[in-house]
Each structure stands twice: as structure tokens, then as C-alpha cells.
């Protein structure tokens, strides 16, 4: 399941490349046209959706249809800045729950196998982050859902209009 996820962490030399994972894989140095996309994918939730959640460096951030959780890791880079480690999925996977401890586990073993640690305490937050995308996703659902039903209720009203008329 985490193979859902974009995570990408910025090299903490700040001159080799950053670590990317895309759907289960480890994108090489020479998967720019990948790399691009996946920075691009990540930065258009960053700039149209809003932000759902953010305490002690965990925030999360969603549109209509995909989050990005950003988590800092206890290493800094050589300019002594926090790095955060980013996982992006789709919204969709928040029905089917899970979905807190699915981003755990894959910010988890990508933080290990990049070399970084993450605090136990900040992961526990990524995982309560998501109960903010699970209301945003059910009051969509209820909005979308009166809407639908406000429609069918006034075409039933012209439906009825129209037939007392004679159409």
C-alpha cells in the first residue's frame, strides 16, 4: 500500500541530489523528467490546497484530490536548516482508512534507507494529522451529497410543474 506515495527528502549536503521514491521505486540521479514531475506534483498541492494540520513541525497539507505531509527529521543540512522529509498521496486511499499509519510506515523505511532518523513523537502526529483530511473528505461527501439531492428534488419539482401544465 505505501507504494501510493511520492516521498522525497533534499540531499542534506545541499550540492548532491535530492532522494526521491515515486510508487515503491528509488529514482536514480538520471530520472530528471521523473524527479521534475513528482517536485511538481508536490509543490501544486503545496500552492492551491490548504492546510489542514500543522503542530511541532508535522504539517499537512491537501487539495480536492491529493496531501503532502511534511515532517522534519532530526538531521539539519550544512547551512544548519531543518530537513524535512515530504510523502504526497492521493486523497482517496482516506476512505478506506489506514491511512496515518500507511504514511508512517513509508516515511519510516524511506527515512532509514536515506539515513535520516525521525522523532516517534512527530510520526505519531502524521498519523493524527490525517483524522483532519478524514473530516475535510466526509464534509466534502455530505456537501456533495445535498447538492445531488437538491438537484434531484428540483428537477422533480419542474417534472411535476411541467405535467400539471399539459407539457
Not at 498541492?45 to 503542530?55: D, P
Not at 508535522?58 to 505531509?69: G, N, W
Not at 536548516?81 to 482516506?94: D, L, S, T
Not at 466534502?140 to 445531488?148: I, S
Request: with cysteine; net charge positive; hydrophobic share 45%.
Amino acid at each position: 500500500m505505501t507504494d501510493q506515495f511520492i516521498l522525497w527528502a533534499q540531499a542534506l549536503d545541499n550540492s548532491s541530489p535530492d532522494h526521491f521514491t515515486v510508487h515503491g521505486n528509488d529514482l536514480g540521479n538520471s530520472d530528471t523528467v521523473q524527479r521534475q514531475e513528482a517536485v511538481s506534483k508536490v509543490s501544486a498541492v503545496i500552492k492551491k490546497g490548504a492546510r489542514l494540520f500543522e503542530r511541532d513541525g508535522v504539517m499537512l497539507t491537501a487539495d480536492a484530490s491529493h496531501f503532502v505531509i511534511e515532517i522534519p527529521s532530526v538531521q539539519s543540512d550544512l547551512a544548519g536548516r531543518i530537513a524535512p522529509i515530504v510523502c504526497y498521496g492521493p486523497n482517496g486511499v482516506v476512505a478506506t482508512g489506514g491511512h496515518g499509519i500507511m504514511a508512517v510506515a513509508a516515511l519510516t523505511a524511506f527515512a532509514r534507507r536515506i539515513g535520516r532518523t525521525l522523532q516517534p513523537e512527530q510520526l505519531k502526529l502524521v498519523d493524527v494529522s490525517f483524522d483532519a483530511l478524514k473530516k475535510k473528505s466526509k464534509v466534502g461527501r455530505m456537501v456533495r451529497t445535498a447538492g445531488l439531492s437538491g438537484l434531484a428534488l428540483a428537477l422533480l419539482v419542474l417534472v411535476y410543474w411541467l405535467r400539471q401544465r399539459g407539457w
